[in-house]
């Protein structure tokens, strides 16, 4: 079965320069979740997406911005980047919010040097 | 915090013991999930059990909800050492949009 494709799978930057995420749902999924997770720790939600629309809003930086394409494709754009940005960061789809299971991507390592 | 919390952080047994976890949670949920995570790799499914289910079953997994005490429980049986990973619980909050608000992890060790 089909699941959750997210490229890349490795992102090496400077601080302040920019970088761009993408996350391929799984066919039929209408809702995107973005979440970032520390190293050591659980996944924190960033934001989320049904139908092209953002759909919800958590702990994500101003610096961070993220919309869903019309393929459902998503991207999370991240500028200014600072040291702290460094981690995980899960794409997860879902077919209907908050009611049925969401599928993870295998996550974007992000190292920001 | 709308964080939960997970307990134990950390549990190491022997192969074919069986394995519990714990997760508590805060807020109202429409559902609450389990995941496994390898080390620093993805997050892995397991089971969802909804908020008006007690108690349900997956192969060697059974989890069960509380939802007066707003805990769950993820039991392992048999375990095997590929069972070693982070076991986290994650619940859909009943206000929000499906997000999922997760616990902070039990890391499992399973020695052959």
């Known amino acids: 079965a089909a699941g959750v494709i997210q490229s890349p799978r490795h992102l090496i930057k400077e601080k302040r320069e920019t970088a761009t995420l993408k996350c391929y749902p799984i066919p039929r999924h209408d809702t995107v979740y973005w979440y970032q997770q520390g ?18 809003k958590g702990s994500i930086p ?5 919309q869903q394409f019309s393929d459902y494709h998503s991207e999370l754009n991240m500028s200014s980047l600072e040291l702290g940005d460094s981690a995980l960061y899960f794409c997860a789809s879902s077919l209907d919010p908050g009611v049925e299971t969401q599928y993870f991507g295998p996550g974007t390592r992000l190292l920001v040097l | 915090s709308q964080q939960g919390e997970e307990d134990p ?10 394995a519990t976890m714990n997760c508590s949670y805060k807020t109202s949920i429409n559902n609450l999930q389990w995941y496994r995570q390898n080390s620093g790799r993805g997050l892995v499914h397991l089971i969802l059990i909804r908020s008006n289910e007690r108690e349900k079953h997956s192969g060697r997994l059974r989890v069960t909800l509380d939802t007066s005490k707003k805990s769950s429980s993820l039991l392992i049986t048999a375990s095997r050492a590929a069972d070693t990973a982070s076991y986290f619980c994650a619940n859909a909050g009943g206000t929000s949009y499906g997000k999922l608000t997760f616990g902070q992890g039990t890391i499992l060790t399973v020695h052959p």
Request: hydrophobic content about 30%; glycine content about 6%; overall charge negative.
């Open chain 1, 39 to 56: 190293p050591g720790q659980d996944p924190q939600f960033l934001i989320s997406f049904y139908e092209k629309m953002q759909s919800d």
């Open chain 1, 62 to 66: 101003d610096r961070f911005s993220a």
């Open chain 2, 9 to 18: 952080q950390a549990l190491s047994i022997q192969e074919g013991e069986n």
